[in-house]
């Protein structure tokens, strides 16, 4: 099975930048499907944006859409969020999560959290407006 560590979080100012992380060791993250999700104070956790084993189709919560972006470096096997023009809703802890996808097309991700099979620790993300 495959580990995730996320880091990268912090305290960011609104209309700040910054980019987590998501190191994975045990498996090669070429073979999942990937996502990032956030569960801010009092909320459920939700799907922020997720990405294809081939990376060809990505996708996003309208709430982050064209500020939010997705990225993998297959040879460091590491998946990255890269978040600007940051507002203090988006203030939560960000799980980065492996989907197996076992059966499915190299261009499938899905937003259902159920559909994920491993998860990091998450790493707090705080925006002061």
């Known amino acids: 099975q495959v580990q995730l560590v996320e880091s990268g979080g912090g305290l960011v100012q609104a209309g700040g930048s910054l980019r987590l992380s998501c190191a994975a060791s045990?498996?090669?993250?070429?073979?999942?499907?990937m996502g990032w999700f956030r569960q801010g104070p009092g909320k459920e956790r939700e799907f922020i944006a997720g990405?294809?084993?081939?990376?060809?189709?990505?996708g996003y919560a309208d709430s982050v859409k064209g500020r939010f972006t997705i990225s993998r470096d297959n040879a460091k096997n590491t998946l990255y969020l890269q978040m600007n023009s940051l507002k203090a809703e988006d203030t939560a802890v960000y799980y980065c999560?492996?989907?197996?996808?076992?059966?499915?097309?190299?261009?499938?991700?899905?937003?259902?959290?159920?559909?994920?099979?491993?998860w990091g620790q998450g790493t707090q993300v705080t925006v002061s407006s």
């Open positions: 999560a492996a989907d197996r996808a076992r059966h499915s097309s190299p261009v499938y991700y899905t937003r259902q959290e159920s559909s994920y099979d491993y």
């Open positions: 045990g498996r090669t993250l070429s073979n999942y499907a």
């Open positions: 990405t294809s084993r081939n990376d060809v189709n990505t």
